[in-house]
């Protein structure tokens, strides 16, 4: 009787080990092994200056790229917002 006693209180602990640990994981939205499934990084490869005049179709047009392209590696600028100097990507890619 002790000894599936002691098995019992083993499976019991293991049990509770491995629930903390997926409530750990889960807390800290990341997975246990390792794998990030994040949102995808954005790799510039060239940029311009924005000069006086410009719009962000202005540029994309100069750089041959489609509004879906142009928009897909600035995704956080604000078009109406173009200020004098500022970098804007013109080739990248999205891993």
Do not use: H, Y
């Amino acid at each position: 009787m002790a000894k599936e006693s002691n098995k019992v209180s083993t499976f019991l602990n293991l049990a509770f080990i491995l629930s903390i640990i997926l409530i750990i994981t889960a807390s800290e939205s990341r997975s246990f092994f390792g794998v990030n499934k994040g949102s995808p990084t954005l790799s510039c490869e060239s940029v311009v200056g924005v000069v006086s005049g410009d719009t962000c179709f202005d540029i994309a047009k100069d750089q041959n790229l489609s509004s879906t392209a142009f928009d897909a590696i600035n995704p956080n600028l604000n078009c109406s917002a173009l200020f004098i100097g500022q970098w804007i990507c013109v080739s990248g890619s999205i891993i």
